[in-house]
């Protein structure tokens, strides 16, 4: 059975910086893409960024030029780094990872980030 694991949610200030990563755990026969989306209170979950096995990388509006994703197909491993945080940035961050030939995504539990002073 796949489970994706989260870390690095957490409480920080306005401009400052978080690092979230996710594993996974048991077997994952193919890996085509692995990503993250958010959802804030009282809105839908939306795509923060995603990186397919052929190296390409997609942000949403709020992610660009200020986050960056790092996928690690070998080791089923993505990171997202988080910089300028904003207190709309608040949201439980969702890892995902899919084979496209078994039209299989995997999620994990989520984990929370809170943007306050």
């Known amino acids: 059975q796949v489970q994706l694991v989260e870390s690095g949610g957490g409480l920080v200030q306005p401009g400052g910086s978080l690092r979230l990563s996710c594993a996974a755990s048991?077997?994952?026969?193919?890996?085509?893409?692995m990503g993250w989306y958010r959802q804030a209170p009282g809105k839908e979950r939306e795509l923060v960024a995603r990186?397919?096995?052929?190296?390409?990388?997609e942000y949403g509006v709020s992610a660009k030029g200020r986050f960056t994703i790092s996928g690690d197909f070998a080791k089923n491993k993505v990171t997202l780094e988080m910089n300028s945080l904003e207190p709309e940035d608040t949201a439980v961050y969702y890892c995902?990872?899919?084979?496209?030939?078994?039209?299989?995504?995997?999620w994990g539990k989520g984990t929370l980030v809170t943007v306050s002073s």
């Open positions: 048991g077997i994952i026969f193919r890996l085509d893409e």
């Open positions: 990186s397919s096995s052929g190296g390409a990388t």
């Open positions: 995902y990872q899919d084979d496209y030939l078994r039209a299989m995504r995997y």
